[in-house]
């Protein structure tokens, strides 16, 4: 599975859009983006998975570069409940391999 | 609801003592796993189980011990618990039984062991 690389932290204002970087340089054509997000201490939490193209659910927008090197994580409009841990994953096999994340804080 | 629940959520031993964490899920997937999470070390896996009496190592496995004879179940047994294996926990389970490269895990709210 291909290395991941986030911030460690990042700050959004609430009503703002969060943009998450990931970096995936050597990531391969079969392995597919995910991103997971841990509020404090609770279990992960899916958020959004894409492989080449650009994907957008009702949590989040994921933007995939052409050369699939890099991505961003979108969350629109951020809420304080949107204050966690967001973990991006390249994967193709059968585990996640969690890095260390980037950690979102969400300010009023 | 379709939930992955773990128990207990919150559990003090002793070194030695043999423990049980249990994990149950409702949504008939096939595939199963637990982590671990342990500060600057992020989330490892311990164990998995593809399907029904078929479980792997993951990455940590030393220490603990899995079964899978229902496939809503998948139990952690740690025999002789230690201290270093005072962890937070989670369980999670996925649809496919093959590679969940287009399959999303849902987790378990966590179990916090401390092993005195």
């Given at each position: 599975d291909a290395k991941t690389t986030q911030p460690p932290s990042m700050d959004c204002a609430e009503g703002r859009a969060a943009n998450l970087p990931c970096n995936?340089?050597?990531?391969?054509?079969?392995e597919y983006v995910y991103w997971y997000r841990q509020i404090h201490s609770q279990g992960p939490q899916y958020i959004i998975h894409g492989l080449k193209n650009n994907e957008t659910n009702e949590m989040a927008s994921l933007i995939i570069t052409e050369d699939r090197k890099s991505s961003t994580l979108i969350l629109p409009h951020a809420t304080l409940r949107d204050t966690a841990v967001y973990y991006c994953i390249a994967l193709s096999t059968d585990k996640l391999i969690f890095g260390t994340g980037t950690r979102l804080q969400v300010f009023p | 609801e379709a939930q992955v629940t773990q128990n207990p959520r919150y559990l003090i031993t002793v070194t030695g003592k043999k423990l049980t964490v249990t994990c149950s899920q409702?949504?008939?997937?096939e595939y199963m796993s637990w982590y671990r999470q342990d500060p600057g070390l992020g989330l490892r896996q311990i164990y998995y189980s593809m399907n029904v009496e078929v479980t792997d190592k993951g990455d940590v496995p030393e220490g603990y011990k899995v079964s899978r004879k229902e496939k809503r179940n998948f139990p952690l047994i740690l025999e002789s618990p230690s201290p270093n294996q005072t962890s937070l926990y989670f369980c999670a389970s996925s649809?496919?039984?093959?590679?969940p490269t287009t399959d999303t895990q849902y987790f378990g709210p966590g179990t916090r062991l401390t092993v005195l």
């Amino acid at each position: 599975d291909a290395k991941t690389t986030q911030p460690p932290s990042m700050d959004c204002a609430e009503g703002r859009a969060a943009n998450l970087p990931c970096n995936h340089s050597t990531i391969s054509g079969n392995e597919y983006v995910y991103w997971y997000r841990q509020i404090h201490s609770q279990g992960p939490q899916y958020i959004i998975h894409g492989l080449k193209n650009n994907e957008t659910n009702e949590m989040a927008s994921l933007i995939i570069t052409e050369d699939r090197k890099s991505s961003t994580l979108i969350l629109p409009h951020a809420t304080l409940r949107d204050t966690a841990v967001y973990y991006c994953i390249a994967l193709s096999t059968d585990k996640l391999i969690f890095g260390t994340g980037t950690r979102l804080q969400v300010f009023p | 609801e379709a939930q992955v629940t773990q128990n207990p959520r919150y559990l003090i031993t002793v070194t030695g003592k043999k423990l049980t964490v249990t994990c149950s899920q409702n949504m008939n997937h096939e595939y199963m796993s637990w982590y671990r999470q342990d500060p600057g070390l992020g989330l490892r896996q311990i164990y998995y189980s593809m399907n029904v009496e078929v479980t792997d190592k993951g990455d940590v496995p030393e220490g603990y011990k899995v079964s899978r004879k229902e496939k809503r179940n998948f139990p952690l047994i740690l025999e002789s618990p230690s201290p270093n294996q005072t962890s937070l926990y989670f369980c999670a389970s996925s649809l496919s039984g093959g590679l969940p490269t287009t399959d999303t895990q849902y987790f378990g709210p966590g179990t916090r062991l401390t092993v005195l």
